[in-house]
């Protein structure tokens, strides 16, 4: 009954940092270069529990049977027999169903969802064979249907460990927050007809300067200072190829390239940027990002398009969010439902019973 209070409330708490990013996506559906985001949730750890006296219980034997999957990259195998375990920062996960990926290290490791969706090679909990975390290099991968691990025909180690004695099963507890991921998929591209505004068409950044240091961003609603300085909305410098951009002349455009034309002559490019695993890259205000000191990636040339006279809108449905936001709304109440039953539940435990 206790239990039921934990998974109720983990997800009322889920519920309610849901609905702060999902209100936050509402309120920037007009914010230029604003990119989404979303609450991503995982389960506890799921815990195998011991009956500690009495009569032994009937134990799992036989081997097990082991089936599996493929999704890309990702391998999803289901036990008949026994239990995988994950090596999480809160103990060992027990579980008979599990998903995992080869990281770039060569271990085997549960997917972890990274910015814009994409699988994150560095984390995600290490998967345990008998042997602790399990290594198989960038050899040619078998699982048998025993659970058994063989790289390149030899045999390294065994997924599934057989139950214990007086083993009830596994419990969980509840579900967790673990990570804010932000959507990087392309905005509408708005027509504006103003000769400052800049859009990005395909994966980039444009380089700006604020009084704290050096950002990213898509919003592309451009100006010029009274210095006839590029500048954003906000008076911060766009960057070109060797600082802050100086506009000298009315006859002013920029091509594809990102090129700055004045008077028939190129006189500065616009510094942009891509990176080749966005999950190295967090938000910073509404529109703003800064690089992870320790990034995976690589930074990479702009391969896009560059378009003047438009900008980029925000990658927000207003409906699909209106949505989410009523479900996770209902989703919560049913869970205060749940904890305002048990607690009456547990009140007649106290009063009636007690009596007894």
């Known amino acids: 009954m206790i239990k039921g209070l934990y998974v109720a409330g983990t997800n009322m708490m889920a519920n309610i940092y849901k609905m702060d990013v999902t209100s936050n996506n509402l309120a920037n559906v007009n914010t230029t270069g604003f990119k989404k985001e979303t609450f991503e949730v995982e389960s506890f750890n799921s815990r195998l529990f011991n009956r500690m006296n009495g009569s032994l219980l009937p134990s799992e034997v036989g081997v097990a049977e082991v089936s599996q999957s493929t999704d890309g990259d990702v391998y999803t195998l289901n036990t008949s027999k026994g239990y995988f375990r994950v090596n999480t920062e809160d103990g060992i996960h027990f579980d008979k169903s599990m998903k995992f990926i080869v990281d770039q290290d060569g271990y085997l490791r549960t997917p972890y969802k990274n910015v814009g969706g994409t699988l994150d090679p560095m984390q995600g909990n290490l998967i345990l064979g008998h042997n602790g975390a399990i290594f198989v290099g960038d050899g040619a991968l078998e699982i048998s249907d025993r659970g058994l691990v063989s790289v390149d025909g030899q045999e390294v180690d065994g997924l599934v460990v057989q139950g214990f004695p007086n083993a009830i099963g596994t419990m969980g507890a509840g579900i967790k927050g673990y990570n804010v991921l932000t959507n990087f998929e392309q905005g509408q591209l708005e027509m504006t007809n103003e000769k400052f505004d800049v859009a990005l068409k395909g994966d980039g950044f444009f380089n700006i300067r604020t009084e704290n240091g050096d950002y990213l961003t898509r919003n592309g609603a451009f100006t010029v200072n009274q210095y006839n300085e590029l500048v954003t909305l906000d008076g911060d410098y766009v960057l070109g190829l060797d600082g802050p951009i100086l506009i000298e002349s009315d006859n002013f ?10 008077n028939g002559e190129i006189t500065d490019k616009l510094n942009i940027t891509a990176y080749s695993n966005v999950g190295d890259l967090y938000k910073v205000g509404t529109s703003h990002f800064k690089v992870k000191e320790d990034m995976t990636g690589e930074e990479m040339e702009f391969e896009g398009e560059v378009i003047q006279g438009f900008v980029e809108r925000s990658n927000t449905d207003s409906i699909t969010e209106m ?20 607690d009456e539940m547990l009140g007649k435990a106290a009063t009636e019973l007690g009596r007894v």
């Open 323 to 342: 949505i989410q936001l009523i479900e996770m709304n209902r989703n919560y109440e049913s869970s205060q439902k749940v904890v305002t039953t048990i």
């Open 253 to 262: 455009t920029i091509n594809e390239f990102g090129e700055l034309i004045q």
